[in-house]
């Protein structure tokens, strides 16, 4: 199977909760253009997650429009920066099907991507996670050190 794993574009710094904050402006472009990226690279989604938080809502529904398909992301609880990683590991694992899509946040992002693609949470994930960067994964299960970093996008 085939799926990618995505960080949510730039947000505001301040909100009166994390789960407030919006993207900014560049954030929006950033996503927009992850997206054109992953058109380019002729890759569609099946499926769209994305976590319980606006930025990462915001970003999976930017980049459905920027790919030009018609679909709506689902919300997911369990893949929010405050979530242990192996937990939203499963969760991802759950909803997981060939060309899916999921949208959330760092610090998770990279320790998932790590732990699937080298058997390491820890290892330094290249390239860097910035705002909106989106891993292309090969992987049959969602063993450590399974998986196979087939692209990476970055606006």
């Known amino acids: 199977m085939n799926i990618i794993l995505m960080r949510h574009g730039e947000a505001v ?19 927009s253009n992850t997206g054109t990226q992953l058109k380019k690279a002729g890759w569609v989604p099946e499926v769209v997650f994305c976590s319980t938080r606006i930025r990462a809502q915001q ?6 429009s920027a790919l030009g398909v018609g679909l709506q992301a689902t919300v997911l609880q369990g ?3 405050e979530d242990d990683w192996a937990e939203a590991m499963a969760v991802i694992e759950q909803h997981a099907v060939n060309q899916g899509l999921f949208v959330f946040h760092q610090p998770i992002l990279t320790q998932i991507v790590g732990h699937l693609t080298e058997a390491n949470s820890n ?10 960067t ?4 090969k992987l ?8 196979t970093l087939v692209g990476a996008y970055q606006p």
């Open 13 to 31: 710094p301040f909100a009166p909760n994390d789960a407030d904050r919006m993207l900014t402006p560049k954030g929006k472009a950033e996503a």
């Open 59 to 64: 970003t999976a529904e930017i980049v459905v």
């Open 79 to 81: 893949i929010t920066p």
């Open 123 to 132: 290892f330094d994930v290249h390239p860097r996670a910035v705002p909106a």
């Open 134 to 137: 989106a891993y292309r994964l």
């Open 140 to 147: 049959d299960a969602f063993l450590p050190g399974s998986a």
